[in-house]
């Protein structure tokens, strides 16, 4: 990772870094445009929303209805990519902490958070650099991230850690069935090209039975899971009861175990 | 010169734009609207008739409920219990019933109810008065507006600027605001008027509202409270203004022949107006942070009072849109928020307006074939009863995919 701030601001280094937030708002600019690169996390972001904000009203008994209804709650979403989760959350009145190992994506979404007035703590860090910090969090966010990572039970022992007692995590991925081959990887990447090819590898999805097994493996046990389906005629993704291809889980660290039981981290 | 930051800002203050508002801040109390409106509140509180009057649709009122301004306007409402449409020419003095619908969805629920348009606006005027979240711009005007990263800044004529998160164009079918965006209409001119009157009447109506298709168009009976009715009387463009120009007897003469005789003796009962017929649809219902409502997106041939009924599902179904979107976080004027509300509404404007307009030139003729096709066809409506409810039900607005107000419910 380069090394974000000069040592010495000198005139040379003030256009540099003018030139650089100028490439920063034009990728905040990719991340937030409806219709371009993003589109399908756009396109699935209010059913991925609507499914956080209920999991987490109903676990910590707040009203769905407020338009301030995670007031307080300290959240961390791992992966945040550009803010696509961390900015409504905020608007929501949840404390957000955006974690995302790429430093442009991290640059990218603190310029878009300045423009629309919210306060995240974006950091360019993976989360295990939290981890030794101490700070724990009421919710945890995991979403399109497990189907990309390479040792499932590892990733989720060291999220899971993240979690406070009596705290929640919610996660999303993709499911490794036929149709989710026909649909994720035929459908999503070659025939509609939503996806660049090769954005997905089908052996790397991760079936709810695995997901929930992962979690136990970490401490945390699962309390929900609901299927997100395209309906083609409306042109709108949706929570249902199919879970075949994408699907959201929820999972709780009950409150009275001690903090941190996963594997030890270094 | 003050520069406040809103939520939504509506740029017209008649039924959609002010129903608007009520809904959102119904819906949600942490909400702040602008209303922009030309005409002082105080003026349209206290305004007088101006001959016209509104069919509102079952949903129309569960909506008013809903929204707190129903009890004001429910002694001013006239249910409309019975329908009744002929067709026939203009000579004949006897018409025979084509088809007749009982007006109701259930026993004691009318589909329908003829309220005049001063009354009210008065009482949504009020009700938003009252409310906390609304602010009133008025006498004012929107007159221009600019998009960025982080709202729309809304140009005022008085040079004052607000910023907000959407701005709603609810200003009418010449909408400026939707001109300024770009957005083009598709429809026609009929080269028709709708003449607009009150007429009262000898016997009761019984809440009859009677349909003569003539030869020039279809003249509407809608019964008012008292023994009062208000007719919409379609007619070709030059006679009709011409008609509306003359003095009340010659006028009266006209009305007579059409009106019929079956409520006895009639006597004009507030000012006249004729306005023009047309039928336009907007391409596109949004635009970059902007969404427009009410007949700055649609206007249909007033046919069959669908008009302001049309209107106030744009309104129902962008209110939820918006309180919906703003309780996950997302932002109201957001592409996505407002694509929900295009795709919910579109279809429904196009088809509910093409339908008026198919009605409207099939029964605008005096083709002889045509006259026994039409008996024909409204003789099997009259005589299939699963039809002749999807027709109470689609006029009632409780077809299709129903916004939570339309179904009495604040989202």
Not at chain 1, 113 to 127: H, P, T
Not at chain 2, 41 to 46: F, G, L, Q, T
């Amino acid at each position: 990772m380069r090394p974000m701030t000069p040592l010495k601001q000198t005139a040379a280094d003030a256009t540099l870094d003018a030139r650089e937030v100028a490439r920063f708002a034009a990728m905040a600019r990719e991340w937030w445009d409806p219709k371009g690169k993003f589109a399908p996390l756009h396109a699935m972001n209010p059913a991925r929303l609507t499914y956080i904000r209920d999991q987490l009203c109903r676990h910590f008994g707040r009203d769905t209805r407020d338009s301030s209804s995670l007031t307080g709650l300290a959240i961390a979403d791992i992966g945040c990519g550009g803010g696509l989760l961390c900015e409504p959350l905020a608007r929501l009145d949840a404390r957000m902490t955006g974690l995302d190992p790429a430093e442009e994506s991290v640059q990218a979404a603190r310029a878009h958070a300045k423009v629309q007035g919210l306060e995240i703590d974006y950091r360019a860090e993976r989360a295990e650099a939290l981890i030794s910090t101490g700070i724990r969090f009421d919710a945890v966010l995991a979403m399109e991230v497990v189907e990309h990572v390479p040792d499932l039970t590892a990733f989720m022992a060291m999220a899971g850690q993240l979690v406070r007692p009596g705290g929640m995590m919610l996660l999303s991925t993709i499911n490794r069935t036929l149709k989710s081959y026909a649909l994720a990887i035929v459908g999503a990447e070659y025939v509609m090209r939503w996806l660049p090819v090769g954005t997905h590898q089908w052996d790397r999805f991760v079936t709810p039975r695995e997901l929930s097994k992962a979690l136990d493996a970490a401490g945390l046990s699962e309390s929900d899971r609901r299927g997100i389906v395209f309906n083609p005629f409306r042109g709108e993704w949706s929570l249902a009861g199919d879970t075949d291809v994408n699907f959201v889980m929820a999972a709780v660290r009950p409150a009275h175990q001690a903090p941190d039981p996963g594997p030890k981290q270094t | 010169m003050s520069n406040e930051r809103y939520d939504i800002a509506i740029a017209g203050g008649s039924f959609a734009g002010l129903s608007l508002a009520l809904a959102l801040t119904s819906a949600d109390a942490s909400m702040r609207v602008a209303v922009v409106d030309r005409t002082p509140p105080d003026d349209a509180v206290k305004g007088e008739s101006d001959g016209r009057a509104t069919a509102l649709s079952a949903a129309s009122r569960q909506l008013f409920e809903a929204l707190g301004v129903w009890a004001a306007v429910e002694m001013s409402v006239q249910p409309i219990l019975e329908i009744d449409i002929t067709d026939s020419g203009l000579k004949s003095i006897v018409r025979p019933r084509l088809l007749h619908f009982d007006s109701e969805l259930k026993p004691g629920e009318p589909a329908a109810f003829m309220a005049e348009n001063h009354v009210l606006r008065a009482a949504l005027i009020a009700r938003a008065r009252q409310q906390p979240g609304i602010d009133f711009r008025a006498p004012e005007m929107v007159s221009g507006y600019e998009t960025g990263d982080s709202g729309v800044s809304v140009r005022l004529g008085s040079g004052d600027e607000l910023m907000a998160g959407l701005l709603v164009a609810a200003d009418g079918r010449r909408s400026v605001l939707r001109k300024q965006a770009g957005i083009k209409t598709t429809g026609w001119g009929y080269s028709q008027v709708g003449i607009v009157t009150t007429i009262a009447h000898e016997k009761p109506h019984n809440g009859l509202a009677i349909q003569h298709f003539l030869p020039s168009g279809p003249f509407a009976i809608l019964p008012l409270t008292g023994n009062r009715s208000s007719i919409v009387w379609t007619e070709r463009e030059t006679f009709g203004r011409d008609v509306v120009a003359r003095g009340d007897e010659a006028f009266l003469a006209e009305v007579k022949p059409r009106f019929g005789v079956r409520f006895g003796a009639i006597s004009l009962a507030g000012p006249r107006a004729a306005f023009p017929l047309d039928l336009h649809i907007a391409r596109r219902f949004v635009a970059d942070r902007l969404a427009l409502i009410g007949d700055a997106a649609h206007g249909v041939h007033p046919l069959a009072g669908q008009g302001l009924n049309i209107g106030l599902r744009d309104v129902a179904a962008l209110a939820e849109v918006v309180v919906d979107a703003r309780r996950v976080g997302l932002e109201a004027g957001a592409p996505q928020t407002l694509q929900r509300y295009e795709r919910w509404r579109r279809f429904d404007s196009a088809f509910s307006g093409f339908a008026m307009d198919g009605l409207n030139r099939l029964f605008s003729n005096d083709n002889a074939p045509l006259r026994a096709l039409r008996s024909l066809g409204l003789g099997l409506v009259d005589r299939t009863p699963p039809l002749k409810r999807f027709f109470v039900h689609e006029a009632a607005g409780a077809t299709g995919e129903v916004p939570a107000l339309l179904r009495g419910e604040i989202p």
